[in-house]
């Protein structure tokens, strides 16, 4: 059994997750939003304050779901002159945080906590889906989903799908699991040492996901340097001063707890107010193989060169940040990697 603070079997849906350096796991439910226009000659402008308040009444009247300010984002697109008339005209997302009733509803019933935490999310979903919403007279059709990354039971159909498909021809003892866990829009001092520095320290990345299990590889792209994120932050400081983490683990299982227990949650800091609502993926790419370790560490090696030919006076603009790779010494299967930690 792999080593780990948190299993599987401990990980409930509802409950949040304390892990190190006074970091927390939040569960919420977060529902994806697309608003279409009903009536597709309809020319009508987007007010969105007041699509916001229609759905916020929707909501409370029809599903009793009181929201606090910041649960509920819409914005409208801002090209809907260039958007066909029967693309989204306006986006948003929802988070609902208050779950705890779901706990309190078990104690008179024989299901367990999960299968009452997905009956109730596609109930919600499902009230939200199709609902027409009348925004001072303008006709707006919802469309609601749970994001795939928020979404175990989906997020495991497509991997078993993926590699089933990869391991096809080979019998069932060579079947792939994934073991390699993408995390990105976590502020950079999260993981970075306290009181040291504002940069990811490789030391507390490791300690927070080898909660989990055993870690084989472990690599980051932190944005916080100033200099190197210019780009990104003049479209969004935010962004720009988040991470991107990506962690193999040494069995599927280790991997299987850490899906499970970010999944469906968003980070919060002890002291902080601030809610980290990170995307998860799974790694489809082979990001440790020793292929593309090679092949990040030459892009680096050629986007140091251009640097330094460069002009005086006219510094190297990089359209992209690229991981700082290292050679692997040792592996297993090919599967190699920079930053490894065993």
Excluded at 1 to 28: C, H, V, W
Excluded at 230 to 259: H, M, P
Excluded at 318 to 339: C, L, Y
Aim: with cysteine; glycine share 8%; charged share 30%.
């Amino acid at each position: 059994m792999a080593a780990g603070k948190f299993s599987a079997e401990i990980i409930q849906a509802t409950e949040p997750l304390n892990l190190d350096y006074g970091l927390s796991l939040i569960p919420r439910l977060k529902i994806r939003l697309s608003f279409t226009r009903s009536d597709i000659s309809s020319v009508k402008p987007i007010n969105e304050w007041q699509l916001k308040l229609s759905l916020t009444n929707y909501l409370r009247d029809s599903l009793s779901i009181t929201l606090s300010d910041g649960d509920l984002v819409v914005e409208k697109f801002r090209d809907l002159k260039k958007r066909k008339r029967f693309e989204p005209v306006a986006s948003g997302v929802l988070f609902l945080w208050d779950l705890g009733f779901l706990k309190r509803e078990l104690k008179e019933e024989r299901r367990s906590l999960e299968e009452r935490f997905n009956e109730w999310k596609g109930f919600v979903v499902g009230k939200m889906d199709g609902v027409e919403l009348n925004v001072e007279g303008l006709m707006l059709k919802l469309c609601a989903d749970v994001p795939v990354g928020d979404d175990l039971c989906k997020m495991e159909a497509i991997w078993k799908e993926f590699f089933a498909v990869k391991s096809r021809g080979y019998g069932s003892r060579n079947i792939v699991h994934p073991d390699t866990l993408i995390m990105e829009g976590v502020p950079s001092r999260w993981f970075a040492e306290p009181r040291v520095s504002s940069k990811v320290s490789v030391l507390v990345t490791h300690t927070i996901f080898s909660n989990f299990g055993k870690i084989r590889n472990l690599d980051f792209v932190g944005n916080n340097d100033l200099g190197k994120a210019v780009q990104d932050i003049g479209r969004d400081i935010t962004s720009a001063l988040q991470c991107k983490v990506w962690v193999q683990y040494e069995r599927f299982d280790s991997f299987y707890n850490a899906v499970k227990a970010f999944c469906g949650r968003s980070m919060q800091k002890e002291g902080s107010r601030l809610k980290a609502n990170y995307r998860i993926d799974w790694d489809k790419e082979g990001y440790f193989m020793e292929v593309n370790v090679r092949r990040r560490a030459y892009e680096n090696r050629i986007q140091e060169e251009m640097k330094h030919m460069q002009p005086i006076g006219r510094p190297f603009k990089s359209e992209s940040v690229v991981p700082k790779a290292q050679f692997p010494t040792s592996g297993i299967d090919g599967q190699n990697g920079e930053k490894a930690i065993s």
